[in-house]
Nanobody, 123 residues
Framework: QVQLVESGGGLVQAGGSLRLSCAAP????????MGWFRQAPGKEREFVAG????????YSADSLKDRFTISRDNAKNTVDLEMNSLKPEDTAIYYC????????????????WGQGTQVTVSS
């Protein structure tokens, strides 16, 4: 079973930055892609960014790629999401996800999920 643990959420003012981290402390030999999604109250879960664990290729939602960057920290064995120029509409629960396949930007494509971390952006 793959376990994912998010950290780094919190309250930030508009224009500020946050860095989220996702750790996978268990067995991950069958995981090829990890991603970040978010879900705001009353809205569907939406894709933010993904990364191939082998090779490090990244891909992001077009609407967010100029402000959000996904990366892998090999020293810490985490997948991180750097969020800059945050806006109130970025307020959501942010989820880390993983899948045995390559790529994917739909929640249904991912098999494993973390509990989520709250990000709140005040105006």
């Amino acid at each position: 079973q793959v376990q994912l643990v998010e950290s780094g959420g919190g309250l930030v003012q508009a224009g500020g930055s946050l860095r989220l981290s996702c750790a996978a402390p268990g067995r991950t030999f069958n995981i090829y892609t990890m991603g970040w999604f978010r879900q705001a109250p009353g809205k569907e879960r939406e894709f933010v960014a993904g990364i191939f664990l082998s090779g490090g290729k990244t891909y992001s939602a077009d609407s967010l790629k100029d402000r959000f960057t996904i990366s892998r920290d090999n020293a810490k064995n985490t997948v991180d999401l750097e969020m800059n120029s945050l806006k109130p509409e970025d307020t959501a629960i942010y989820y880390c996800a993983a899948r045995p396949g390559y790529g994917g930007n739909r929640p249904s494509q991912y098999d494993y999920w973390g509990q989520g971390t709250q990000v709140t952006v005040s105006s």
